[in-house]
C-alpha cells in the first residue's frame, strides 16, 4: 500500500490570493494547525519575495515540528540562499526551486531560450542541494509545455539532485484525462524517473484543480500540492480537504493509497483559515461547508436517522465537525479554557495564554454562556493585536446619535505612527464614525460589502462586523467583534484596512521581483 504525500502551499500559493495575506503571527498559528493535521510538507512562503515572507519562514521553521518546512525560490543562486538562510533552524527543510517551461513564458516573461533555461534548472537544483538533500523542482506551466523539452528538463533536473519532480497546471488549463496521459508520458519517456516523486500542483480556473491531482495520483503522481479551503492564485489550487477525503471515502478505486492526513483535523484547520483570514467558505462547500452534512428534505432526514450510510458518504465526525457549539462559562477556568482553544486549533504562549484568560473573564461576566464562536472572535482579536505592526491603530472615538439628532462622529487615530483626528457627520452612526476614519486618514476606499450579525442567539450576544473593500486596486476583507456594534464596525473597517495596506506593501515588493523579469 502506498502513501500519498500531501504537501500544503496555503501559506505561499494560498497566501498570494487577494484578501488572503496573513501577518507573521497568524501564520504560525496556520502552521502549527497544518502540522497537527499531519501534512506531510508546508510550503512556509517565498524567502526572497519580501522580508514578511523570510520572516514567517524563519519563525515557523524555528517553532513548529513534525512536517517538512519548504520555501519557493526562483531558479537563482540569491533566492536559494535566502530559502536555506530561512530554513536553516528547522529539523526537516525542503527548497523548492522553480523555471517556466513553456514556450510563452520562456519567450514573453522570461525571454530566455529552451537550452538556457535547461541550463538554469540544472544549476539551481545542484545549487540547492548544496544545503538540503531534500530539493523540489517545478516546471512552471508544465501542462502547456513542449512535451520532449519538458521530458528534457525533468531528467536533467533529477541528474542535478532533484528528488521532488512537480508538474504544476499553472493557469488551470488541462483536462482529467489529458493530465493523466502527461503524467503517464513522463513516467514513460523519463529514464531516471523512478528516481524522484512525481508531484503535481493544479489551479482551479476551470473548475477541475481536484479532479486533475486525483486523476494524476491514479496515473502514478505521489505528491499533491494543496490548500485549506482551495485557497490560492485567482481561482485557487486543488483543495486539500477535497483530496483527502476523496482518497479516504474512495480507497477502494484508489488501489488502497493512503495519506498520513488525521481528518478528524480538517474541519478544525478550515475554520481557523477562515478566522484568520476573515474569508470564508461558501455553505455548500465539500467537506468542510456549514451545510456540508445538512439533511434538510424528510426523506433524507428518515433515511440519514434509520441508518447514516443511506445519504453519508462520510461522516461529521470524520472530519472533525463539532457537535455542540456550547462551550464555557464564566466558572471556567484557566485550564478549561486552555484545552478547549487547543481542541480548536489554537496554540498560545503561557503569557499569551493570560492576556486570553482575561479577556475570556470579562467577557464571560458580560454573556451566560461562552460559544466557540465568541472564543474565536475573541482569539483573534488578541492575536491580530500582537503580530505585524498594524498601519492604523484607533486610539479614541466618539459618536453622538439620536432620534433628533445629525449623527456626528469624532475619530482620534495613529498611520504608522503619526497621530490624526478627524470629524464627520453620517446617515448613521456607522456612516458618521467611516466618515471620519477615511478624513482622518485621507484614504478613500470603496465599500464592496458590509454585513453584520449577531455572533449567537442572545440579546446579550456579542455583534460581528465583515467588511470587503477596495483601496487603489487592492481588495481586502475585515472583521469586528464586540458586543457594541458601532465598535464592532470600526474594527472591521480598520481590520479591511490593515489587511489592505499590507497586502499593497506586499504587492509592491512582488512587482519588485517582477521588474528583474523572472517570476
Ligand atoms: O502554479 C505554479 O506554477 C506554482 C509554481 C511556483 C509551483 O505555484
Ligand atoms: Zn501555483
New binding site residues.
Given amino acids: 500500500m502506498e502513501r500519498v504525500y500531501i504537501f500544503d502551499?496555503t501559506l505561499?500559493?494560498g497566501e498570494?490570493a487577494p484578501g488572503f495575506s496573513m501577518t507573521t503571527e497568524e501564520k504560525l498559528q496556520m502552521a502549527h494547525q497544518l502540522a497537527r493535521l499531519g501534512v506531510d510538507v508546508i510550503e512556509a512562503g517565498f524567502a526572497a519575495a519580501s522580508k514578511g515572507d523570510f520572516d514567517a519562514i524563519n519563525l515557523i521553521s524555528q517553532e513548529v515540528k513534525g512536517s517538512t518546512i519548504c520555501s519557493?525560490a526562483r531558479a537563482l543562486e540569491k533566492d536559494i540562499e535566502l530559502a536555506a538562510q530561512a530554513l536553516a533552524p528547522s529539523e526537516k527543510k525542503r527548497i523548492?526551486t522553480?523555471i517556466?517551461t513553456s514556450e510563452i513564458h520562456m519567450k514573453y516573461k522570461l525571454r530566455m531560450s529552451p537550452e538556457e533555461v535547461l541550463e538554469r534548472a540544472k544549476k539551481a537544483v545542484a545549487y540547492a542541494r548544496k544545503f538540503t538533500n531534500d530539493v523540489e523542482f517545478?516546471c512552471?506551466?508544465?501542462t502547456r509545455s513542449q512535451r520532449d523539452f519538458l521530458y528534457k528538463v525533468i531528467e536533467e533536473a533529477i541528474k542535478a539532485g532533484a528528488t521532488v519532480i512537480?508538474i504544476?497546471?499553472?493557469?488551470g488549463y488541462t483536462v482529467p484525462e489529458e493530465f493523466a496521459d502527461l503524467i503517464e508520458g513522463i513516467r514513460n519517456n523519463v529514464p531516471n524517473i523512478d528516481k524522484a516523486i512525481i508531484s503535481v500542483?493544479c489551479?482551479d480556473d476551470l473548475g477541475m484543480a481536484v479532479a486533475n491531482s486525483l486523476m494524476a495520483v491514479k496515473h502514478g503522481a505521489r505528491q499533491v500540492?494543496c490548500t485549506i479551503n482551495g485557497i490560492?492564485?485567482r481561482a485557487g489550487?486543488a483543495a486539500l480537504e477535497e483530496i483527502v477525503m476523496a482518497l479516504k471515502v474512495r480507497r477502494d478505486f484508489f488501489g488502497g493509497l493512503y495519506t498520513g492526513i488525521n481528518a478528524k483535523e480538517l474541519y478544525k484547520t478550515s475554520r481557523l483559515l477562515c478566522r484568520i483570514t476573515g474569508s470564508f467558505v461558501q455553505p455548500n462547500k465539500a467537506v468542510v461547508g456549514d451545510n456540508a452534512f445538512a439533511h434538510e428534505s424528510g426523506i433524507h432526514q428518515h433515511g440519514v436517522l434509520a441508518n447514516p450510510l443511506t445519504y453519508e458518504i462520510m461522516s461529521p465526525e470524520d472530519v472533525g465537525f463539532p457537535s455542540t457549539r456550547i462551550v464555557l462559562g464564566k466558572h471556567s477556568g484557566r485550564h478549561a479554557l486552555k484545552s478547549k482553544l487547543k481542541e480548536m486549533g489554537f496554540e498560545f504562549s503561557e503569557e499569551d495564554l493570560d492576556r486570553i484568560f482575561e479577556k475570556f473573564k470579562a467577557l464571560a461576566d458580560k454573556k451566560k454562556e461562552v460559544y466557540e464562536e465568541d472564543i474565536e472572535a475573541l482569539v483573534y482579536e488578541e492575536f491580530m493585536k500582537h503580530g505585524e505592526e498594524e498601519p492604523i491603530k484607533i486610539l479614541h472615538y466618539q459618536v453622538q446619535t439620536g432620534d433628533k439628532l445629525l449623527p456626528t462622529a469624532t475619530v482620534v487615530l495613529t498611520f504608522k505612527g503619526e497621530q490624526k483626528t478627524a470629524s464627520s457627520v453620517g446617515n448613521g452612526p456607522v456612516d458618521a464614525i467611516i466618515k471620519a476614519i477615511q478624513k482622518a486618514l485621507n484614504l478613500e476606499p470603496t465599500l464592496l460589502d458590509f454585513s453584520i450579525k449577531a455572533l449567537t442567539p442572545n440579546t446579550d450576544a456579542q455583534a460581528e462586523s465583515r467588511l470587503v473593500i477596495e483601496l487603489d486596486g487592492v481588495r481586502a476583507s475585515g472583521r469586528g467583534v464586540d458586543v457594541d456594534i458601532i465598535k464592532a464596525s470600526v474594527n472591521g473597517f480598520v481590520d479591511a484596512l490593515n489587511r489592505a495596506l499590507v497586502r499593497k506593501s506586499y504587492i509592491l515588493s512582488k512587482e519588485n521581483l517582477r521588474k528583474e523579469g523572472t517570476v
Fill in positions: 502551499t505561499r500559493d498570494q519557493l523548492h522553480f517556466a517545478s512552471e506551466d508544465a512537480n504544476p497546471d499553472t493557469v500542483h489551479h500540492e490560492g492564485e489550487n
